[in-house]
């Protein structure tokens, strides 16, 4: 190796380094991307199926009985898709904030935080 590789190897390190919390970052927001397509789909697949389930009623208490299974399953699928996200976005924010800290920069944001909770307080 010459002395001009190994000159560019710590800058390349350096590089990677620096880009490491914007890898965290795209693959994060690509991971949330894919659980709000999974949301869609079922919702998109239950809006789909409404008419069909409803069709099939032969009483009003059917009428009732399907409405809520729709909407209680409407609520498990954002119930879960909310879990994921946090699931998935999670170790990003502690990975900021263990940034953060230790570039004594949540050490500064600390005291506004509590500031701003004193103003709101008052």
């Known amino acids: 190796m010459t002395q001009h590789h190994r000159a560019e190897r710590p800058i390349d390190q350096q590089v990677d380094e620096m880009l490491e919390p914007i890898r965290t970052l ?4 690509a ?3 894919s659980e ?3 949301l869609c789909t079922k919702r998109t697949a239950a809006y789909l199926d409404l008419p069909r389930q ?3 009623c032969r009483s009003p208490s059917d009428l009732v009985e399907e409405q809520i299974d729709f909407l209680t399953t409407m ?3 954002y119930a879960s898709y909310a879990e994921a996200v946090l699931r998935t976005a999670k170790p990003a924010i ?3 904030e263990r940034d953060m800290a230790a570039d004594g920069r949540g050490q500064k944001a600390q ?3 509590e500031q701003k909770s004193q103003q ?3």
């Open 31 to 33: 991971d949330v991307q």
């Open 94 to 96: 502690e990975r900021a």
């Open 26 to 29: 795209v693959h994060t927001a």
């Open 54 to 56: 409803l069709s099939a």
């Open 36 to 38: 709000f397509l999974a």
């Open 75 to 77: 609520q498990r699928n």
């Open 120 to 122: 709101q307080a008052a």
């Open 111 to 113: 005291p506004q935080r």
